[in-house]
């Protein structure tokens, strides 16, 4: 069985560019997560989604950060514009409902 | 806040021998799970085990297994014959509610000492 694929792996951006990161989740799994994690720290929920539907938002950025899942499967996580703060590494988890959670390999984001 | 602790920032454990992590949780539901995740230097986070909340007997994985304490709000995990692969980040982790909200802890780093 394929694992969450993430693209880009790695990602230099200056402040107050723009900058999309890709999540394909694990064939058939409805639920899908965004994370961020910031260096030394655990994984900060930044969207949920179920099927096409945003389950949990509530700590998504709105005013800078962006995400979309289309038909239910890929999804795409954007930043525009981008400041320093953002530097962390985005990651991709897919799950069944009431299911385990199995995460990409992530994307590392530097804003410079 | 429904909130995941893990108060020990760091531990470590010689070669073979046994640790224990703690994690306690906060949670107003009834229906819930409880997952240890360990996030190698990689950041490739893997699954270690899972516990489901309506189950009385506490879940084991080979050498990993929990000490689940419902009443207590308590989920931590036992590594017995410590292994040099098993140095890394774990996290705990609540998933709970009909949209399957999830919390996780803010991990604990395990160093094993050869």
């Known amino acids: 069985e394929a694992g969450v694929a993430q693209s880009p792996r790695y990602k230099i951006i200056e402040k107050r560019q723009s900058v999309a990161f890709w999540c394909n989740p694990i064939s058939g799994h409805a639920t899908l997560y965004w994370y961020q994690q910031i260096l030394g720290q655990g994984p900060k929920l930044l969207i949920q989604?179920?099927?096409?539907?945003?389950?949990?938002d509530s700590q998504l950025p709105k005013d800078r950060f962006s995400a979309e899942r289309l038909k239910g499967v890929d999804s795409t996580l954007k930043i525009q514009p981008a400041k320093l703060e953002d530097s962390a590494v985005y990651l991709c988890?897919?799950?069944?409902?009431?299911?385990?959670?199995?995460f990409g390999p992530g994307t590392r984001l530097l804003v410079l | 806040a429904q909130t995941v602790t893990q108060s020990q920032p760091e531990m470590s454990v010689q070669e073979a021998e046994t640790v224990t992590l703690s994690c306690t949780y906060d949670t107003s539901e009834s229906d819930y799970y409880l997952f240890w995740y360990k996030q190698p230097p990689s950041r490739q986070m893997i699954l270690v085990i899972r516990q489901e909340a309506y189950k009385q007997q506490n879940a084991t994985e080979n050498r990993f297994s929990v000490n689940f304490q419902k009443a207590a709000k308590s989920f931590s995990l036992k590594i017995s014959d410590s292994q040099l692969g098993d140095a890394a980040m774990y996290f705990c982790a609540r998933i709970s509610g009909g949209y399957q909200k999830v919390t996780f802890g803010t991990g604990t780093k395990l160093q094993v000492i050869p």
């Open positions: 988890a897919s799950s069944y409902p009431q299911g385990t959670q199995y």
């Open positions: 989604f179920q099927n096409n539907g945003v389950v949990d």
